[in-house]
């Protein structure tokens, strides 16, 4: 359901069985981890969250890093506001 690399990646599936018998699965809660990320990198004009992974992790698909280690949980919110320094997480770490 989710590709490989996905922040929902280890995320446990589960179901639930409604009255009728018709079975629904999903995936469980994903929370924020701590994560550590000491570095900071200002936010430019024509930024977007795939944009930015790329030049500071070297993938977009690592957007939810980025959101991660700066407790953001919609991707557009990193880069909202130009200019805002955001914390560049450490190699290794995230969910």
Request: aromatic share 10%; glycine share 8%.
């Amino acid at each position: 359901m989710f590709f490989r690399g996905s922040r929902y990646e280890y995320i446990q599936d589960a179901e639930l069985t409604d009255a009728s018998g018709r079975t629904y699965r999903y995936k469980r809660m994903r929370f924020i981890p701590q994560v550590q990320g000491a570095l900071r990198e200002a936010v430019r004009q024509d930024d977007r969250p795939d944009l930015l992974a790329f030049r500071l992790v070297g993938d977009p698909e690592q957007f939810w890093r980025l959101c991660d280690a700066n407790r953001a949980q919609r991707p557009v919110d990193l880069t909202r506001i130009p200019g805002r320094r955001i914390r560049i997480p450490a190699p290794g770490s995230g969910g």
